[in-house]
C-alpha cells in the first residue's frame, strides 16, 4: 500500500518506524494501521517516501502516472484567500461550511464531528503555517465524492504546530475509500513540499489564482513522477 519496495518495508519495521507483527518468523502489516500511520506521519515525510507513497497509491488505483488527482477536486466555491475564523474550532466548521458548498457532502455535521475527532486524537498542522483537516477513517456514506477545500486566513491561527508557529495555510479533504483518501494526502504533502511555492501561494489574493497555481504545482509534481 505504502509503495515502498519489500526491502525497505522491512528495514522500517524492524527500527519500529511503521507498525507490523511477526507471526511465523514474517512480518504482516495491517492495513488499517498502516493507514492510521500514513496520516500522522506524512507530514513529515521526506519528497522522496513521499513520491514512493504516491506511486504505490496510483498502481493500486491503476491509475496513470500522469494522471492528476488533485486538480478535479478544486472548485471556486471551495477555495478562499479570505478566511475570517479566528480559532480552531470556528476555523473548522467554516472549512466544512466552504465543503458543503461543492454539494458533495450529504452529511455537514457528520464530517464536521469527523474532522473535530481527528484534531483532537493529535493535530492536522505540519510545519511551514500548514495544515491538512481530515477524517480519520473515510466517510462512504457522509459524501458523494472527495471533497477538498483550499483556504488562507489573513492571520495565523494558534493550531498546535509541531514547530509552535501559528497556521494560515489549510487544505481540508475527505474521501470514500481510505486508498483514495491516503492517495490525495501524499500528492498534497507532495505539493507543499517546495518552500517557495507555498510562499507563493500564501500570496495569493483571489481563488483563481490559488486554483490557478495549485494545478502547476500538481502538473511539476506529475512530471517529476513520469
Known sequence: MMGADARRLERMAQRGEIPCRKVGGELRFNRAEITEWLQKNMGTMTDDHLAEVDAGMTAQRQQLQSEAIVRPLLRPEAVTAQLKSRGKNSLLRELVALAQRTGLVYDEQALLEAVMAR????????????????????????????????AKASGGIVFEAPDGKLTDLFLLTASQDDVQHVHILARLCRMLCDSGWVERLRACETSDEMIELLTEREAHVIAQSV
Open 119 to 150: 484534531e483532537e486524537m493529535h493535530s492536522t498542522a505540519i510545519d511551514g503555517g500548514i495544515a491538512i483537516p481530515h477524517p480519520r477513517r473515510p466517510l462512504p456514506y457522509e459524501i458523494a465524492d472527495s471533497v477538498l477545500v483550499v
